[in-house]
């Protein structure tokens, strides 16, 4: 997975408290959910604290089989001039494994990442088209 994401770009991921995760229902109807999240350089992890965590339907739908989500990490920095920032990621995710995690020990799922797309991560205001993405795809 080496150069999945640019430096820049990990320090954006590292410097974000929430983002937004969907994942599929067993009618194939995607669910988003906010929520924390960790990145690690490689994986994103999402998950809580206690035994509900495994009741959300986050978790119940990775446990079901349908593994592939989607993740979005966004902000908006200024209205005037409008600036706003994103990185979208594909990704497959495994199991809830017990772990120490960002609310505290729990259970997380471990998602990697196979294709991002990042806008504007400089900053700069929009201007008289949309910020350009830079499209990342993970390489086996």
């Known amino acids: ?9 990990i320090a954006y991921l590292r410097s974000q408290p929430l983002a937004r995760l969907a994942t599929l229902d067993e009618d194939g109807q995607p669910d988003v959910v906010p929520l924390s999240f960790e990145f690690d350089g ?7 604290v206690g035994e509900q965590v495994l009741r959300t339907r986050k978790f119940r739908n990775i446990a079901a089989g349908r ?24 990704g497959t995710a ?9 609310v505290g020990p729990g259970l997380y799922c471990r998602i990697t ?3 991002s ?24």
Do not use: H
């Open 1 to 9: 997975m080496e150069g999945m994401f640019t430096d820049e770009e």
């Open 42 to 48: 490689t994986y994103f992890w999402v998950g809580g």
């Open 67 to 90: 593994r592939k989500v989607s993740l979005v990490v966004d902000d908006l920095v200024s209205f005037d001039p409008f600036i706003a920032r994103a990185i979208r990621v594909y």
């Open 94 to 102: 495994e199991d809830p494994v017990d772990r120490v995690g960002l």
């Open 113 to 115: 990442p196979t294709a």
């Open 117 to 140: 797309w990042a806008w504007n991560m400089a900053g700069e205001p929009a201007g008289s088209t949309w910020y350009e993405p830079r499209r990342s795809q993970r390489t086996p």
